[in-house]
């Protein structure tokens, strides 16, 4: 017992220092300093825990997988792996916060405790050992998300795409709910393990699959397949993104994302990873949908927000086919969408930063109309947003190219291998890249080559807001630079899973 | 990692942390910007030299230079590549000559560059060609290479054009760019080849996997490996040299890059990076002695380009023009050199170049800062008493590119002509000997138009012409001393050089690239000969010295001379009758054989209206076909979005619909 205690440390810590946020907020009342402090300082602890529980619990190389409370939570180099992610999301998310919700009066303190609820489900995602655990998890996870989307109480955009959020979020949990009761019904067992060992056993026994199986699998997928926002279930994106306040936004084009990737890999890796052969089929579909609607539709989009929302939905595609790679046998399709993961978080939280910096005086749009002239009036903010937008595109040497380039790689290996759809899957990619690049330098060619529509003075940034974005800045070149000992912390936590 | 690997990757790291410093605070610190751009070249090379000095003790037994592993840049997969440096002799030759060279020059810039605007961002630039070079010379594969190859193009960019509201200099920095460029696509299908081949960019692998292990001697049938043959590798490398050396055709740039400022044309377009070409071939002599074919094209555009440039200079008027096309012509004679098989010889007289060339252009640039930014030298002459120390250093530079013994440029001319003959290329060695009469002629020339004779100076110039600060005067006499002394110390076959060394009967610099340059020639299948006074050797001796000096009395003859006792006018008169003489000649001369007038035919004019055609094409055409595609996928797009109606019903109906379609298709898949 005090070891599962001590398994599930760092999302005890988490929850304190949510709690610990919401105890300062009473105390010391609308003061930003002690919110910062305590939230900041509570991440580093918790992912300072993170890193020694990893270690002391599930060995040095992270293969070692350890079960907690009978089975309900596992710690292994994966859970490790994506604990750290969701940390670093949800302290960008938090640095990059406060320029913003300032300027419109709204309070900081609540902001970083709903966010960090939301890093304790996504924390629990990862660990879950359990499918009930996992559909828990996934609540906390989405539920502050509905909170944050309407964060923005007084504004009528903010509040409608929380609403369109939350109902069709608890439509598609149901469904989720429902596929989880048929899976236990026709395995007979919650248990991630117990259902994988039941499904290998049926898939080895031949014969097709018991009919509550199959219809259980399509609303697993369904439920999973809004939750990372993929076509044919992507409905709810822009609404919602384009209505939240931009740092929400930005949070939710990678939080939840991820924190649902995450659910994939538990789920369908993991639990269902003897139907492999299976579900590959849904996936490529899915995959081509979904990377292609998005780039088709960000394409004509004048919002930048919503251009990006769009561009998220194609970037959800891309990490698709490192799935599907790996459904395909190749382990490389795994390291990619964990490296893809890492990646696509710290540049899309770059480039929404950005685009919330320029909001910093309330009432500023979002439209590409306000970037016309950026390069001149803030050129340092403008070559950031320049830097993200190109790691987006998937330009060298950032992180956006070794990203698309590792799940590319790996389609392509599947594809000689046999899996000639998986390879048709990488074309298809590629192609979308590149189209994917008109919409991106399209916002670089506003920012250095059009002249403003009004003269506005450059606004001050704080910082918090300099420093976030320096740091995401350098992460994305070294990441692209240097990849190489990433990709090491990468391929442990994919072994973890798939090896 | 170990000191010496850490050392070496300090080489590099001192420069760049300069050049990011300067970078990010270089603007508030005006005058003083200097300071932190300068003191890590110097540290640079201080650490090069120790490095140097030692690292052969270190050498784990079986390889013959330090390698470090600085990070794996690229692993995807099958295809790998290390962000990695290697120091051999032959980087440790260039290493002295780019991190002095370098240094001299940024600390002659402080007083030369003083009064310029832009002081901190001249220092930031610099800085940048320092790391690129250095990892250029450095680098231990042909991605790390290609990537310094490009840097040092893009910082000799930024250079050239330093000054760019002057439009010459901005227009040159262009050209230069862009001429590199043919060459660099050349090259970058070279390095493309050599993966194909070798399927590795490890610089020292992929030979050896290209032409088999250095004991294997002569080519196996790995030479063909991987479907390329070796020839072709070679001479797409060989491309990439020809531009950045600047060889024929792609010459062009060299004498236009002039417009930078003078530390400049003595770093970059003089010393260092038009020498990353020689250094390419000479790293990859196993490939080219491979390739006995491309060989001799090297040898053959290599003294091409050596008459060609020493025939322009003899008319130039511009003093900083005359220095470039001679350093054209000297890169030439260093590419006929590598193309005979006589690598040694090459490098030799490349680092002969480096110094020499240097001084000549410091000097020159002297000279300029003297008479007001004046570089035509019929406004100058009489500058001898004025400037002393300019006057005596660059009067030393003259007469060892001239080939006068015993100064180190001699040793080195004499031994590629030398070698030359030997190895059976004599039309090599008479063109060579032209070539080396012109040389003699126009430094002499240059020195008698600029500071003997009378004054020519601006009137109203001429009283406030004084001799350069001390940061200025003491790099010339710096760079004086190895121009003097290199050759002998580097050939002396005797004591008491040699036996110290431990390299005895083959000079020190012969030993010492030995290791570099065997496997190339074990493949040629040449044998060192001992150097015979009283034979061969001694015949080519003897009339290289008299060519030399054929030219320099020539020289003195027409445009007079004031050493010493030696004093005689110049003649005009006699000059004008001889360029009257022979008309055609002379105008080909001063029009540069009328290079630009052909560039500007074939590129601008016909190249223009194919360029005019080709775009009715693309605007009429592929453009008509994309925008085609361009409205469809907006259109398609525009559809796809009007999907978004905004209503919550219609998105949850969407949701159950696809529902039924992902049940339905998991029973069409499950149902076997």
Redesign the interface.
Request: hydrophobic residues 55%.
């Given at each position: 017992m005090p070891n599962d205690i001590l398994a599930l440390g760092p999302f005890i810590a988490a929850v304190s220092v949510a709690i610990a946020v919401l105890l300062v907020d009473i105390a010391v009342p609308g003061r930003r300093g002690p919110v910062l402090v305590v939230s900041l300082g509570g991440l580093a602890l918790v992912a300072a825990l993170t890193l020694t529980t990893g270690q002391a619990v599930a060995g040095g190389d992270g293969t070692l997988r350890v079960l907690a409370f009978g089975g309900a939570y596992v710690v292994d180099g994966l859970t490790t792996f994506l604990d750290l992610i969701f940390v670093g999301i949800v302290a960008f998310t938090i640095v990059f916060a406060p320029d913003y919700l300032e300027a419109r009066g709204l309070p900081l303190a609540e902001f970083a405790m709903v966010l960090l609820f939301a890093m304790t489900g996504a924390m629990l995602i990862s660990g879950a050992g359990d499918l009930l655990v996992l559909f828990v998890a996934l609540e906390l996870m989405v539920l502050p998300g509905y909170m944050l989307a309407g964060y923005h109480k007084s504004d009528g955009y903010s509040t409608e795409g929380a609403?369109?959020y939350f109902?069709?979020g608890s439509?598609?949990s149901a469904?989720f709910l429902f596929g989880l009761a048929f899976t236990w019904g026709a395995t007979g067992t919650t248990s991630i393990e117990g259902v994988s060992g039941a499904l290998a056993a049926a898939v080895a026994g031949g014969g097709?699959?018991a009919?509550a199986l199959?219809?259980g699998?399509?609303?697993l997928?369904?439920g999973v397949?809004?939750k990372i926002a993929a076509v044919?279930?992507h409905?709810?994106t822009?609404?919602a993104y384009q209505g939240s306040p931009t740092p929400v936004t930005g949070y939710l084009s990678v939080g939840p994302k991820v924190g649902a990737f995450a659910l994939i890999l538990r789920l369908f890796v993991d639990a269902l990873g003897p139907l492999r052969v299976?579900w590959l089929?849904?996936v490529i579909?899915l995959a081509v949908f979904t990377m292609t609607?998005g780039n088709?539709?960000?394409?004509?989009?004048s919002n930048v927000k919503r251009m990006l929302a769009y561009s998220s939905i194609a970037h959800t595609g891309y990490m698709l086919v490192g799935l599907a790679a790996f459904a395909a046998g190749r382990i490389?399709g795994l390291e990619g969408l964990l490296y893809y993961g890492a990646a696509y978080s710290v540049m899309n939280l770059g480039a929404f930063a950005v685009v919330a910096a320029i909001q910093r005086r309330a009432g500023v749009t979002s439209g590409l109309d306000t970037f016309a002239g950026l390069g001149r009036r803030e050129p340092w903010l403008a070559i950031l947003m320049t830097l993200f937008l190109l790691s987006l595109t998937g330009i060298p040497p950032t992180a956006g190219f070794f990203a698309k380039?590792?799940v590319i790689?790996a389609a392509v290996?599947a594809g000689n291998a046999g899996y000639t759809a998986v390879g048709i899957l990488a074309v298809i990619a590629v192609i979308n890249a590149a189209?994917a690049a008109f919409y991106y330098l399209r916002v670089v060619v506003y920012m250095f080559m059009r002249e403003p529509r009004s003269e506005d003075a450059a606004m001050a940034h704080g910082r918090l807001m300099w420093g976030g974005l320096v740091v995401a800045s350098v992460l994305t070149v070294v990441l692209g630079?240097?990849?190489?000992?990433f990709?090491d912390i990468v391929g442990r936590a994919a072994r973890a899973i798939g090896g | 990692m170990t000191l010496h690997q850490m050392l070496v990757f300090l080489i590099i790291a001192l420069p760049l942390t300069g050049f990011l410093v300067t970078a990010l605070v270089g603007r508030r610190l005006g005058l003083n910007a200097f300071w932190i751009p300068v003191a890590p070249v110097v540290g640079s090379w201080l650490v090069a030299m120790y490095v140097i000095a030692t690292f052969h003790d270190v050498l784990p037994a079986g390889t013959d230079g330090i390698a470090v592993t600085l990070?794996?840049?690229i692993?995807?997969?099958t295809f790998t590549v290390d962000?990695g440096l290697f120091v051999d002799n032959l980087t440790a030759v260039l290493l002295v000559v780019v991190t002095t060279v370098g240094m001299l020059v940024h600390v002659y810039s402080i007083g030369y560059m003083r009064h310029d605007p832009g002081y901190w961002r001249f220092f930031v630039y610099l800085n940048l060609f320092m790391v690129s070079m250095l990892l250029l010379v450095l680098a231990d594969s042909w991605l790390v290479l290609f990537l310094a190859w490009e840097l040092v193009g893009l910082s000799s960019y930024l250079l050239i054009g330093f000054w760019y509201r002057k439009r010459t200099a901005a227009e040159a920095s262009k050209k230069a760019f862009i001429t590199n460029r043919v060459g660099d696509v050349g090259f970058a299908l070279g390095i493309m080849a050599i993966w194909v081949n070798t399927g590795t960019l490890n610089i020292r692998d992929s030979i050896e996997l290209l032409v088999g292990p250095a004991s294997m001697g002569a080519t196996g049938s790995l030479a063909f490996a991987g479907g390329i043959p070796v020839w072709v590798i070679a001479l797409l490398l060989f491309a990439g040299a020809v531009g950045k050396s600047a060889q024929f055709p792609l010459h062009v740039w060299l004498p236009d890059a002039m417009e930078g400022p003078t530390p400049v044309s003595a770093l970059i377009h003089a010393a260092t990076m038009v020498n990353a070409g020689v250094y390419l071939v000479a790293r990859a002599n196993p490939i080219f002695a491979s390739a006995p074919e491309a060989m001799a094209f090297v040898a053959a555009i290599g003294i091409f380009t050596a008459i060609l440039a020493a025939s322009i200079a003899l008319t130039q008027t511009d003093i900083k023009r005359v220095l470039a096309y001679s350093t054209l012509s000297q890169l030439g004679y260093m590419f006929a050199a590598l193309g005979v098989g006589a690598f040694t010889a090459a490098i030799f007289h490349l680092m002969a170049q480096g110094f020499t060339k240097g001084l000549l252009f410091l000097a020159s640039g002297s000279v300029i800062h003297a008479v007001h930014d004046e570089q035509d030298m019929r406004k100058m002459g009489g500058l001898r008493k004025k400037l002393p120390h300019t006057y005596r250093t660059m009067l030393i530079g003259a007469i060892a590119m001239s080939g006068i013994p015993p100064l180190a440029a001699f040793f080195s001319k004499d031994e590629i002509l030398g070698e030359s003959f030997k190895l059976g290329f004599q039309w090599v060695w008479a063109i060579g000997i032209l070539v080396a009469v012109m040389t003699a002629f126009y430094m002499f020339r240059l020195i008698g138009l600029t500071f003997w004779g009378k004054s020519r100076v601006d009137p109203a110039v001429e009283p406030k012409i004084h001799e350069s600060p001390r940061t200025m005067t003491v790099p010339l006499w710096l760079l004086a001393i190895p121009s003097v002394l290199l050759g002998i110390a580097l050939t002396w076959p005797g004591p008491p050089l040699g036996p110290l060394f431990g390299m005895e009967g083959e000079g020190l610099l012969g030993g010492y690239l030995k290791p570099i340059f065997e496997h190339g020639q074990e493949i040629l299948g040449r044998r060192e000969e001992a150097f015979q006074l009283a034979g061969i050797d001694g015949m080519l001796l003897a009339i290289s010295i008299a060519v030399a000096l054929a030219g320099m009395l020539a020289a003195w003859r027409l445009f007079g001379v004031e050493i010493g006792p030696i004093r005689g006018a110049s003649r005009p008169a006699l000059v004008a009758s001889l360029t009257k003489r022979v008309p055609f000649l002379y105008r080909a001369s001063a029009n540069n054989w009328w290079f630009d007038d052909i560039n500007n035919l074939v590129f601008v004019v016909v190249g223009g209206r194919i360029a005019n055609a080709l775009a009715w094409f693309d605007r009429n055409v592929v453009d008509g076909v994309v925008n085609g595609i361009g409205a469809l996928?907006?259109r398609?797009?525009?559809g796809?979005?009007r999907?978004?109606t905004?209503r919550?019903q219609?998105?949850?109906l969407?949701?159950a619909?696809?529902?039924i379609a992902?049940?339905?298709?998991?029973?069409v898949?499950?149902?076997?």
């Open positions: 609403i369109k109902l069709l439509f598609s469904i097709a699959l009919p199959v219809l699998l399509g609303f997928t369904t397949a809004f044919p279930f409905y709810w822009p609404d299976d089929q849904v579909i609607l088709l539709v960000a394409l004509t989009q490389e380039a590792y790689l290996q189209a630079l240097i990849p190489g000992p990709l | 990070w794996q840049w692993p995807a997969g962000f996928t907006r398609s797009g525009g796809l979005a999907v978004q905004g919550v219609n998105y949850a969407g949701i619909l696809g529902l992902m049940a339905g298709s998991y029973f898949i499950l149902g076997r």
